[in-house]
């Protein structure tokens, strides 16, 4: 079983950048696509950029091609997500996320995620 657990949120201006960090318990990166997600108020949580199973390939939404990275070290079992020119429409919590299919992903649908973290809350202020 996997355990997620996400740091690096917080408040900062528009224009400006963020890290989030995902430390995942056991060797999950080889077995599971890593996701990262986000939940605004009201709203439903949306895909931000995740891995396929092994990290062969990868993938972001519209909304942050060009602003944001998702990147991973293995030997820290750890997962990023490097937020720049940062927007309010940016705001919400993050979550990242494991899950295992028969297909190797990226997954887009939250649905095919077993395991989340906590979230860790972003604000961009205008």
């Known amino acids: 079983q996997a355990q997620l657990v996400e740091s690096g949120g917080g408040l900062v201006q528009a224009g400006g950048s963020l890290r989030l960090s995902c430390a995942a318990s056991g060797r999950i990166f080889g077995s599971y696509a890593m996701g990262w997600f986000r939940q605004a108020p009201g709203k439903e949580r949306e895909f931000v950029a995740a891995f396929s199973r092994g990290g062969s390939s990868h993938d972001y939404a519209d909304s942050v091609k060009g602003r944001f990275t998702i990147s991973r070290d293995i030997a820290k079992n750890t997962m990023y997500l490097q937020m720049n020119s940062l927007k309010p429409e940016d705001t919400g919590v993050y979550y990242c996320?494991?899950?295992?299919?028969?297909?190797?992903?990226?997954?887009?649908?939250?649905?095919?995620?077993?395991?989340w973290g906590q979230g860790t809350q972003v604000t961009v202020s205008s």
């Open positions: 996320a494991a899950g295992a299919r028969t297909w190797s992903g990226p997954y887009y649908n939250y649905r095919n995620y077993d395991y």
